[in-house]
Nanobody
Framework: VELVESGGGPVQSGGSLTLSCVASGYKGVGYSMAWFRQGPGNEREGVAGVNNYGATNYADSVKGRFTISLDNDLKTVYLHMNISRPEDTAMYYC?????????????????????WGQGTQVTVSS
């Protein structure tokens, strides 16, 4: 199984960006996927997670600004971001917990995810 991310790049504050991540090769049914990010000098943090039933969870810092969605047929997770803070500048990583159907806070825990993408950089300018 391979996670392939796309959609990062430069974005102005006030703009929007959508990240995509496909879990290539996974044929199972139950799973969770999420986006994490790591900004300069910061630890990696969970941003948003979703399971195959569509249940979601968000970090407080992005609630109301970011939206995670999942296409079960394509095994693809999306993160639509309305960018408004400098701290949104980070490397964004896609995680997949294949065979792991999680809910609530567990969707934002690194230990939930057994596959990771290489990351895609988002850089916010004012």
């Amino acid at each position: 199984v391979e996670l392939v991310e796309s959609g990062g790049g430069p974005v102005q504050s006030g703009g929007s960006l959508t990240l995509s991540c496909v879990a290539s090769g996974y044929k199972g049914v139950g799973y969770s996927m999420a986006w994490f990010r790591q900004g300069p000098g910061n630890e990696r943090e969970g941003v948003a997670g979703v399971n195959n039933y569509g249940a979601t969870n968000y970090a407080d810092s992005v609630k109301g600004r970011f939206t995670i969605s999942l296409d079960n047929d394509l095994k693809t997770v999306y993160l639509h971001m309305n960018i408004s803070r400098p701290e949104d500048t980070a490397m964004y990583y896609c995680g997949a917990g294949l065979g792991r159907v999680m809910w609530g806070p567990a969707l934002l825990r690194e230990s939930t995810y057994n596959y990771w993408g290489q990351g895609t950089q988002v850089t916010v300018s004012s």
